[in-house]
């Protein structure tokens, strides 16, 4: 609505949905959508921020979107420990600004512990969206429901529909494959907690939408068993594979027109299913070739049954990789017209993509005529820059008309026509489904990688091509706005070391404090906000805090908890204000930075840090392209901030340096990983990591400036080497407890599957704190990697001595030639801690003061079941960790570790919202109350 009047803007034509796993029913994962290209500038993100693991099965199971929306089935279950139950979703967003919709839950889904990229192939074609309808089972042993695409709201059961699997829609017309795929299965990474039993019944039906009515069934029992992900529709035809061969049927009765004989192996991995694509004249059936004269039964062909092996690596007997061939067949009489050999991606079906009269197949990217199979003009170019993986990615690649989209590493992007154009190591599709063009962007769903760590973005990414208009560039001056209280602010008084006056009370982000607290506090007041807040800030007798969704900083009085003055802005405030000299400074995520009088929050001025004013939808509001964090850093009587997502995004990160009285910008940098005229990618990338970073709080040690592993000088120039201090893999802020993340006292991590836990090189927690001689945290007693890594979930309270560690040097490896790689430099032994609490509460907040440690959180109640990745009290851990089993406040001697008092608290603590100032404890919490006590 503007101005009372609605306002419509019509969907350009020049841009696709993608209604369907692999696009629509004929299977063509090609979108025609000649908007759609390489991922340079932010469309919207939202949560959750991470999928909950990578060895485990994806927590993205489908997606598709249509008439302007998005849906998708997701694991949104904690994820601090893949150990907890999944907690099944269907939901829908809005398509171009990911406004959540509405939520379908699934309390019955394929066991979240079968291993990753193991299937099972059919739950991505469990979802299809058409116009206002979305078709879906509610569960696996769940009927279709036609839901309302607008409201969730169930329109339909289609009775009799138990047991689908895949679902088409095509010309009005619901096609069903019907009944257990799996029914022979094994393997070692095989889960089936409350799945149903396989059924003895296989069948196609096709089923009238509007009436529920049954219109045909086709029976694939025995020996013609359907193979799964091979039904496909298209211009009144229904193809399929069975173990005899490929058919035809008529759409409209479902009678058998044509079928032609065809093996195909007994034995598959769980990845390895058929790929099926149809057009007007040309069917295209990609497949594995049995050896009909092997006795070897890996490679033998099916006579009545199909045999999966279900494991994220090798299973025995089960051949991971296998000869595949591509056959033509005519749409009109299923003669062969002609056939070429292909390979399947990395555990995943053989890439085919039909644009216009060609055919693009996976792997080598050759190009061929459609209706001879003749070679035609290049291949698509698909190398051109240095990718760090070692192999694809465990899911399909996609394209659309002009561009191939692969995930090797990051999503590579080629031109149909001229080749290479970019790794963009930087976002990625998710395991198992990858992403979906569509829309005019490219759609990344939340992914569990520990590849790129450092500078991947993270969220459900919405990623748009580059923008044809530049920021209109904007003088300094015009960027600075004045207020009433410009020059009007007067500050005398000489620091106190008592006082908390920025995030984590210093610009190292030490969390340390020089004040005594009480070793029985006791709660002196407690003051009722609203919203998520930060943690407090505390100068002199005020404490100041940020109520991040209502874009609100409150000061308030700290002996009674009265509010003094509040100060609003357009966007959120992310993180808590910094306190200097009579001023309040803070940035928002609408692009500003803001200064206010600190006696009565008046603005003395503002600054434009973002390039322009240009806003997208960050997790449910508007924000700038270009946000600026709540905390900035006052170092050497300097302000230093950022204004910007990543440096791959949105021409990067533009870094100031700034007199906080004036406003007065002093200099700054930009800091982006693309050559702005050719578009080159710019900095080394390899060995699953790349230069760049994602943006976070500034941290400062007195001379240079930090943004995670990044380190500038004073004057805002990048330098090579890096200096030892506290930061975050993906940040401070994010309070989600993603197994791949933690902090740690060091210089850097390296990045992949086993690289991201280097971690364990030196001092590492989910939450740290430190003084001149010790560091204190709450973590997992050690990091491992690789198939293991949920294993390692112990969990323990800390202090060890303070070190301050190179970390993160890559691995010395052996060069061609030599008999041993070089020798590893030198570095001082990892500490160990010299007291350890391994029955610690679950810390969500910590303060060190001269002589305590002071943690808040719920108690950690977990009870690890043997043999397998579950709690045995599934209910009550669950309903610990959300502190719905209470919550204390625990004093400890920071000696010994011992605790000297523990109190209740009515709430959770806001992740990292606790600040200690003038011998009182002050804690944001999650229901809005800020407290105090001494």
């Known amino acids: 609505m503007v101005g009372g009047k609605e306002i419509t803007k019509p969907v350009p034509p020049e841009i696709d949905e993608w209604t369907h796993f692999l696009h629509g029913a004929d299977n063509n994962a090609v979108a025609n959508d000649t ?12 949560n959750p921020r991470w999928g909950r693991s990578h060895e485990e099965a994806a927590s993205v199971s489908a997606l598709v979107t249509t008439n302007g ?29 990911g406004t959540l919709l509405w939520k379908r839950d699934i309390p019955l889904w394929s066991d979240h512990l079968r291993h990753f990229r193991a299937g099972p192939t059919h739950l991505p074609r469990r979802l299809v969206a058409v116009g206002d309808k979305v078709y879906v089972t509610l569960g696996l042993d769940a009927p279709v429901s036609i839901l309302d695409a607008a409201t969730g709201e ?19 017309v619901v096609y069903l494959a019907v009944g257990t795929s799996e029914v022979y299965r094994r393997g070692g990474g095989l889960y089936t907690r409350g799945e149903p039993e396989p059924t003895d019944f296989r069948y196609i039906m096709a089923v009238d939408p509007d009436s529920g009515r049954q219109l045909w069934k086709k029976d694939f029992t025995g020996t013609n068993f359907l193979l799964p992900m091979s039904m496909t529709v298209r211009n009144g035809s229904v193809f399929y594979q069975d173990i005899n061969g490929v058919g035809r049927l008529d759409a409209r009765t479902g009678t058998e027109i044509w079928e032609k004989k065809r093996p195909t192996v007994a034995r598959r991995m769980s990845f390895a299913s058929p790929t099926v694509v149809a057009t007007d004249d040309i069917l295209l059936v990609a497949d594995r070739v049995p050896k009909l004269d092997s006795r070897d039964p890996q490679h033998m062909a099916a006579t009545d049954k199909i045999e999966w092996g279900v494991h994220g690596w090798n299973e025995d007997g089960f051949a991971r990789r296998c000869s595949n061939l591509l056959v033509a067949y005519s749409v009109a009489d299923g003669d062969v017209l002609w056939s070429k050999p292909c390979t399947e991606s990395y555990n995943s079906a053989v890439d085919i993509f039909v644009v216009g009269d060609n055919v693009h197949i996976g792997g080598g990217w050759e190009r061929f005529d459609l209706k001879t199979g003749e070679k035609q003009g290049p291949d698509v170019k698909m190398s051109g820059g240095k990718v760090g993986m070692a192999h694809h990615r465990c899911y399909r690649n996609k394209a659309s008309v002009r561009y191939v989209f692969t995930g090797r590493s990051g999503i590579e992007v080629a031109d149909m026509e001229k080749g290479w154009l970019g790794n963009n190591s930087w976002i990625r599709g998710t395991c198992q489904y990858g992403i979906m ?14 590849c790129f760590n450092k500078v991947k973005v993270q969220g459900f990414f919405a990623a748009a091509p580059a923008r044809e208009s530049k920021p209109v560039q904007i003088s300094d001056a015009e960027r600075l706005r004045k207020g009433p209280a410009y020059g009007k602010i007067s500050y005398s008084r000489a620091a106190d070391n008592e006082d908390w006056p920025m995030y984590r009370r210093d610009g190292q982000r030490s969390g340390g404090t020089r004040t005594t ?25 005020t404490v100041y805090v940020a109520e991040t969704d209502s874009h609100t900083v409150h000061a308030l009085n700290a002996a009674n908890g009265r509010k003094k003055w509040s100060f609003t802005v357009d966007a959120r405030v992310d993180s808590t204000p910094t306190v200097y000299k009579g001023m309040v400074l803070f940035g928002s995520v609408d692009g500003w930075l803001y200064c206010l009088r600190a006696d009565d929050g008046a603005l003395a001025w503002k600054f434009l840090a973002a390039p322009e004013i240009r806003l997208v939808a960050s997790y449910g509001q508007l924000e700038s392209v270009w946000p600026v964090h709540g905390s900035v850093l006052i170092q050497n009587d300097v302000l230093y901030t950022s204004a910007g997502r990543n440096t791959y995004l949105d021409d990067g990160i533009t870094f100031y340096k700034m007199d906080p009285v004036t406003g007065k910008v002093l200099g700054k940098n930009v800091l982006y990983n693309f050559d702005p005229v050719t578009g080159e990618q710019l900095g080394p990338e390899g060995g699953f990591d790349m230069d760049g970073v994602n943006t976070d709080i500034l941290i400062g040690d007195g001379r240079d400036v930090f943004m995670k592993q990044e380190r500038l000088d004073g004057s805002l120039q990048k330098l090579d080497k890096s200096k030892a201090h506290l930061w975050g893999i993906h940040g401070f802020l994010g309070e989600e407890w993603f197994v791949r993340s933690y902090w740690l006292l060091g210089t850097n991590v390296r990045a992949g599957w086993g690289g991201w836990a280097s971690g364990n090189e030196t001092t590492f927690g989910r939450i740290m704190t430190f003084d001149d001689e010790n560091a204190y945290g709450y973590g997992r007693v050690m990091i491992a990697s690789a198939a293991v890594g949920h294993n390692a979930d112990d969990y323990h309270l800390y202090g060890v001595k303070k070190v301050l560690m190179t970390t993160g040097l890559p691995r010395a490896r052996r060069k061609k030639g030599q008999k041993s790689p070089p020798p590893e430099v030198k570095k001082p032994l990892k500490p160990e801690p010299f007291w350890a609490d391994t029955q610690s509460l679950i810390v969500r907040a910590m303060v060190l003061t001269n002589d305590k440690l002071v943690v808040s959180g719920p108690p950690d109640l977990r009870k690890k079941e043997a043999g397998i990745l579950a709690y045995s009290n ?6 610990a960790f959300k502190g719905e089993k209470g919550v204390m406040l625990r004093v400890i001697n920071k000696a010994n570790g011992a605790v000297v008092s523990e109190q209740r608290l009515n709430a959770m603590p806001v992740f990292d919202g606790m600040s200690a100032a003038h011998g009182g404890i002050f804690m944001s919490l999650k229901n809005g109350e800020i407290q105090c006590w001494r």
């Open 35 to 46: 908007v759609v290209a390489a991922p340079r500038t932010i469309q919207w993100v939202s």
């Open 69 to 97: 929306r998005v849906f998708a089935i997701m694991d949104e279950a904690p994820n601090i420990s893949i150990r907890f139950l999944a907690d099944w979703k269907l939901t829908a967003r809005d398509a171009f600004n």
């Open 154 to 172: 169930t329109l339909k059961v289609l009775k009799g529909t138990e047991r689908t699997e895949e679902i088409a829609v095509d010309g009005g």
């Open 437 to 450: 063009p569509a829309n005019g962007m490219l759609y990344a769903p939340p992914d569990a990688c520990g």
């Open 517 to 541: 607290v009480s070793g029985k506090p006791r709660k002196l007041w407690s003051a009722k906000l609203a919203g998520r807040l930060t943690q407090p800030v505390i100068v002199e007798d």
């Open 874 to 879: 599934e209910e009550e851990s669950l309903a």
